[in-house]
């Protein structure tokens, strides 16, 4: 079949396999070259678990660990495959493109498809670990965990009961200027103030709960180094998408993710019982996600960054981020055989959103959100980017791709 992207109010329903499978290829060739003086640095990362692997930050830190520090990784991500009459969505094609080429490099992955929430997966996992541990020659024990997971919807392992995620404000309504990545177009988003009940659902689906449930099972399971590091995700942003966001419902569940970090420390860190060896935070910048596009204000804001950090030499998307994260963080000269020499905020989190939030690009970001019109939105925003990272992260838009050519929505021809 001709594939071309299916878009209805701002979602993208639809993928390309040869997109998307481009896209992995440069994220790996780029981690590739850019950690190739890491590899042998002792310390580093060689049995690799990432809840979350399929797309954005979970994709690049299972391509960085693997084609970057030459690790074993093990991926959970639940996806849906294609049919013949429909593509499978983004993620299942990055997955079937990243077992192929670590199988192609000689790298040991394994990949399961499942619910990452659920005792039975987390049990899976654990089996899965020890026979790609096997496979390779190494010691079933995992150095890095990553949980990059980013589902709405959550059902609650002890209960049964399904969860759903908001995005909402609390407290008050939300309305503020936002802008169609499409058509260029602004109009006043609004929102209303999430109740009690939809700040307690996206705090479940959404905050630490579940990572906590994971590090205790791998723990339970004996599958943890004592050397293991564990790093979630999380945004912060400047006040003027905090209404929205930060003073949100996601920043109420991004604050409960806060609070699991310092638990996951107090009872399996050094201070504890002494299973790993840390687990961190890592604030990340501003990217064009699946969802991204729908989030109030998210669009303009990002549009403006992009235009001005571009500009500066300083723009990152997911896997230059998740490298700097590696290199330079987690796994720096200086930390890498000492994890106590992680650099950290005040607060304990890893920065590397620190480009986007530098006094001089928040400035000139904002002036260009007070300046852009409809008239000037092309040439002072970056409105094109995002359109363009939008779109490729369902494998269009990507150079080198003929999108009028007939297509297997298999991805047998990856």
């Known amino acids: 079949m001709i594939i071309k992207p299916m878009i209805r109010n701002s979602i993208c329903i639809n993928s390309h396999p040869a997109g998307c499978a481009a896209a992995v290829r440069n994220e790996i060739r780029y981690a590739e070259e850019a950690l190739a003086d890491r590899k042998k640095l002792p310390g580093t990362p060689a049995l690799v678990l990432v809840i979350g692997c399929s797309t954005g930050y979970g994709l690049a830190s299972r391509i960085a660990a693997a084609f970057g520090y030459k690790a074993v990784t093990v991926g959970i991500s639940l996806e849906k495959p294609a049919s013949e009459s429909k593509p499978g969505t983004p993620g299942y094609y990055n997955n079937l493109t990243f077992d192929l080429e670590a199988a192609k490099a000689g790298l040991v992955s394994r990949t399961l498809d499942g619910d990452a929430f659920s005792d039975s997966l987390k049990a899976e996992a654990a089996k899965t670990v020890r026979e790609a541990a096997a496979t390779a020659g190494i010691a079933p024990k995992i150095d890095l965990v990553v949980y990059s997971l980013a589902s709405p919807v959550r059902k609650d392992p002890k209960t049964g009961i399904m969860y759903k995620s908001v995005i909402k404000p609390i407290g008050t309504a939300y309305s503020g200027k936002t802008l169609d990545m499409m058509t260029g177009a602004f109009s006043t988003a609004s929102a209303e103030p999430a109740t009690d009940e939809e700040i307690a659902a996206t705090i479940k689906v959404m905050g630490g709960e579940d990572w906590e449930l994971w590090i205790e099972a791998l723990a339970a399971e004996d599958v943890l180094s004592r050397t293991a590091r564990t790093a979630a995700y999380t945004y912060i942003g400047p006040e003027l998408t905090w209404p929205i966001y930060k003073n949100g419902t996601i920043g109420r569940a991004k604050e409960d993710l806060e609070r699991a970090c310092r638990e996951i420390n107090s009872k399996f860190g050094p201070s504890g019982s002494g299973k790993i060896a840390g687990a961190w935070v890592s604030v990340n910048k501003a990217l064009v996600t699946r969802a991204s596009a729908v989030i109030p204000v998210i669009p303009f804001y990002v549009s403006c960054l992009f235009k001005v950090m571009k500009e500066k030499g300083l723009h990152e ?28 905020d005040k607060e304990g989190r890893i920065r590397i959103d620190d480009r986007e939030m530098r006094e001089d690009v928040q400035k000139e970001t904002m002036e260009r959100m007070n300046s852009a019109t409809e008239a000037n939105v092309y040439t002072l925003t970056d409105i094109a980017g995002f359109k363009h990272d939008f779109l490729e992260a369902h494998g269009f838009d990507v150079a080198g791709i003929n999108y009028e050519n007939d297509i297997d929505p298999s991805g047998r021809d990856l």
């Open 317 to 344: 998307g997911c896997i230059e981020q998740i490298v700097r994260l590696c290199r330079d963080r987690l796994y720096s000269p200086e930390a890498a055989g000492n994890p106590r020499k992680v650099p950290v």
